[in-house]
């Protein structure tokens, strides 16, 4: 399923979003991170520290939401926005020098796809030995521009 241009411009045009989790006891916990939208399988990918707060939510409830922005300072009205709730996934939890062939071999483009929209930042630095990726499935999205909002739903067949 396409989704809207304007959603669309927002997830591929931005560096970074801020992820909520929540732990067993639903307590919310939101942090930034840089992160890469596959509009293909309606993925988002973050990498993160397999130490941090984050997979540990996560490990213990899947349910999140990530929400990518871009703000008007001076009219509110045309800040615009994307929301993308879903359940998240975790790599295997190994250093990945050390994951699977075949592991290495579905996450190894969405690295490719992070090194290149953050080659400033990466340069060359590898994955390093805590790192994972984090995959968000999404099963809704919603956009708004200012007082105007409109959302979609995804089947898990989709």
């Given at each position: ?22 732990d ?10 840089f ?8 993925k ?8 941090s ?8 409830n ?97």
């Open positions: 399923m396409r989704i809207p241009v304007e959603m669309r411009n927002i997830l591929y045009g931005n560096y970074f979003g801020y992820v909520c989790t929540s067993r006891n639903d307590q919310p916990h939101l942090t930034p991170v992160f890469v939208y596959d509009e293909h399988s309606q988002i990918f973050f990498i993160t520290n397999d130490k707060k984050k997979v540990k939510n996560i490990s213990e899947p349910n999140v939401s990530i929400t990518v922005d871009i703000r008007d300072t001076v009219n509110p009205f045309n800040n615009e926005g994307v929301m993308a709730q879903g359940t998240a996934t975790i790599t295997e939890k190994a250093p990945i020098y050390f994951l699977s062939e075949e592991t290495l071999q579905l996450y190894y483009d969405i690295y490719m796809e992070f090194k290149s929209k953050y080659e400033k930042v990466i340069e060359n630095k590898p994955l390093g030995e805590n790192d994972v990726i984090v995959q968000i499935n999404i099963e809704k999205m919603v956009y708004w521009r200012g007082p105007h909002f409109k959302s979609i739903r995804f089947r898990k067949d989709e």
